[in-house]
């Protein structure tokens, strides 16, 4: 085997297994989005239930404008938890190559070699390494995929996350507000 395919068997190599954590990372990351989505819908739910009680109080002592910024604060946060079930809603992704895919790429290459009746190292050679070129071919598309899906999910959790802040903000308003009101009125 010469140095230049050795290099070769080594950089393809290399590429497979920088495949194979990149998935890794992909599959790890699309899991946290979607354990960030959950954890903005409690929070969100926190909030919306916030109001609902806040809802009681300004019917009872607080002046009447203040169920309009409850309605849009509730009408934020519900919102936020729209976006955040669209992150955990299924997305198909492709599957990365898995074991058998692999076993179907060498069994393919073992017969090849039969078939063609190769026998020098050097044809071995030559076609293993288009077996392992059509490996990493098989790790693109799914990828490719998960790339795609997390940075969708990313986008649908930041909106959500911005709704919740504004109806964080608005029900913290009616909140204080609510607060100094009673204070002045001696309520």
Do not use: H
């Amino acid at each position: 085997m010469s140095e230049k395919e050795k290099l070769e068997i080594e950089l393809l190599k290399e590429v497979l297994a920088r495949y194979e954590a990149e998935q890794k990372e992909l599959v790890e990351l699309y899991r946290n989005l979607d354990t960030k989505a959950q954890v903005n819908i409690v929070a969100s739910g926190i909030f919306i239930t916030a109001s609902g009680n806040l809802v009681k109080e300004v019917n009872n002592n607080l002046p009447p404008q203040m169920n309009l910024f409850l309605a849009v604060a509730i009408l934020c946060l519900t919102l936020s938890v729209t976006c955040a079930i669209s992150v955990l809603l299924t997305k198909e992704v492709k599957s990365s190559p898995i074991g058998s895919g692999y076993l179907k790429l060498a069994d393919d290459t073992l017969k090849f070699i039969e078939r063609e009746n190769l026998t020098t190292e050097q044809e071995i050679l030559k076609q293993f390494i288009i077996n392992t070129r059509n490996k990493i071919s098989t790790w693109k598309p799914s990828i490719t995929s998960y790339r795609d899906k997390c940075e969708l999910k990313a986008q649908q959790l930041k909106c959500s996350q911005q709704w919740l802040l504004f109806g964080l903000i608005i029900v913290s308003f009616v909140t204080i507000t609510s607060i100094f009101y009673r204070y002045n009125n001696g309520l």
